[in-house]
Nanobody, 114 residues
Framework: QVQLVESGGGWVQPGESLKLSCVIS????????LGWYRQIRGNERERIAR???????AYGYDVKGRFTISRDDARNTVYLEMEHLRSDDSAVYYC????????WGPGTRVTVSS
């Protein structure tokens, strides 16, 4: 069974940075395209970044230029570096394959507030 464990969230002030990590326990990790998703309170979960098997990346409009997704296949880990955080980035962040599988991790909460 696939297990996903996100970490690295917390409370920061606007303009600050955070780096999220996610370990995905699944066979053939390197063969999957991966994504970071977030769910802002009251909204549906949305994909904000993705990285393909060859390292090609793509970002949602709201985070492009501020967030960077990367992967370490040797560690079954995907990262999300977030810079210039804004209050509207406050959300629970999840990782998954892209497109996502049925299983989700608990997510990691990011709160951006002064």
């Amino acid at each position: 069974q696939v297990q996903l464990v996100e970490s690295g969230g917390g409370w920061v002030q606007p303009g600050e940075s955070l780096k999220l990590s996610c370990v995905i326990s699944r066979p053939l990790f390197s063969s999957y395209s991966l994504g970071w998703y977030r769910q802002i309170r009251g909204n549906e979960r949305e994909r904000i970044a993705r990285i393909s098997r060859d390292g090609t990346t793509a970002y949602g409009y709201d985070v492009k230029g501020r967030f960077t997704i990367s992967r370490d296949d040797a560690r079954n880990t995907v990262y999300l570096e977030m810079e210039h955080l804004r209050s509207d980035d406050s959300a629970v962040y999840y990782c998954n394959s892209n497109p996502p599988g049925d299983a989700w991790g608990p997510g990691t909460r990011v709160t951006v507030s002064s």
